[in-house]
């Protein structure tokens, strides 16, 4: 019988890359007209292969904007069938939750998941309209809810309310003012540039993302440049180096079969990769802290649109 490996974090499940912001450092490419649904179909076969295989008291959905996906219910149930136990965290920028208020119910009033609802605009209007649709989502539960505040201090913790239902989160509410560092320099010209150059375990070391576990498409990888390169190599161009570097690298194939899979969770993602190199962390100022604020820049989408890509 086999040995489910327990993740020691959360299990990050990508189910999407298309947003309708443009955050300019957003942790993926999302900010930059990155498209792509992903349907349950094509690879649940993998995700059953995984819940035989691992263990986690935490699901986090990951990607672009999660309520831009037409069948993010079907994600929903399915994660919570194959981790029955797991409690589920789902993130939205919150816009479309009048439009799909009942899927929005759905979730929060499931019992053991939340929404994590990010306001993205340093204004303090649009944060209170926001604020506003999310007490029509929790109507059904208003009088019955504990309301917890928190305020924002710099670079430690974002404006926060909390929304509890018999002593558990069924919505945490989030004015985000500064991001953490992206793992590339910038996208210039349709092309994504990386810093280029670091020291691969210090880079290793400095990252926010290396220990997660991030899936896509039912494939894990080591951090947001990994996961989101298999999809992006189609829609932007990278330098030659980076495309190269990125190429090599292997992520974990549930279908490889167990011992492939508990040598990757439990001693490759441990280690850096080459791709640390590229990001070059440990060449940049403060990367643990998120000190950088945001811009919503419509003029980032223009930069993906309309660019020929090199086949690989």
């Known amino acids: 019988m086999i040995q489910k490996i327990k993740i020691d974090t959360y299990l990050s499940v990508v189910v999407n890359n298309i947003c309708n912001l443009t955050c300019s450092h957003c942790g993926g490419l999302a ?9 349950w179909s094509e690879s649940a076969d993998r995700w059953e292969r995984w819940a035989e295989y691992i263990d986690t ?14 069948k993010l219910d079907e994600w929903f149930l399915n994660m919570r069938r194959l981790w ?14 009048i439009q799909r ?27 209170q309209q926001l604020k506003q649709d999310i007490l029509i989502v929790l109507e059904p539960w208003i009088d019955s809810l504990e309301i917890l505040e928190f305020d924002y201090i710099p670079l430690q913790r974002n404006r ?3 929304y509890k239902l018999n002593g558990k ?5 989030e004015q985000f003012i500064h991001f953490f560092q992206p793992y590339h320099q910038r996208v210039e010209d349709g092309t994504v540039h990386f810093h280029m150059g670091g ?28 996961t989101n390169y298999p999809e992006a190599k189609h829609q932007v161009k990278y330098t030659d180096e980076a495309r190269d570097v990125l190429e090599r690298y292997k992520p974990c194939d549930p279908l490889d079969g167990y011992d492939a899979v508990k040598k990757f969770m439990l001693e490759d993602l441990k280690k850096s990769i080459e791709v640390c190199k590229l990001c070059a962390f440990d060449k940049q100022k403060d990367t643990t802290l998120p000190n950088i604020k945001f811009s919503l820049d419509p003029n980032f989408k223009k930069k993906f649109r309309n660019i020929p890509i090199k086949k690989i």
């Not at 900010?31 to 349907?39: A, M, S, V």
Request: net charge negative.
């Open 101 to 127: 208020l009942d899927l929005a119910r759905l979730i929060v009033g499931e019992g053991n998941a939340h929404l994590r609802v990010s306001c993205h605009h340093d204004d303090e209007e649009k944060y």
């Open 84 to 97: 029955p136990g797991a409690h589920i965290e789902i993130p939205t920028n919150g816009s479309k939750l």
């Open 57 to 70: 008291d935490e699901i986090a959905f990951a990607g672009g904007e999660m309520f831009l996906h037409p």
């Open 31 to 39: 900010c930059y007209d990155f498209t792509g649904n992903f349907d």
């Open 199 to 226: 020291d691969q375990e210090k880079s290793f070391e400095l990252c926010v993302w290396h220990s997660e576990y991030n899936i896509q498409k039912g494939i894990m990888y080591h951090c947001p440049a990994t």
């Open 160 to 162: 926060t309310i909390e």
């Open 169 to 173: 989160r069924i919505l945490r509410y």
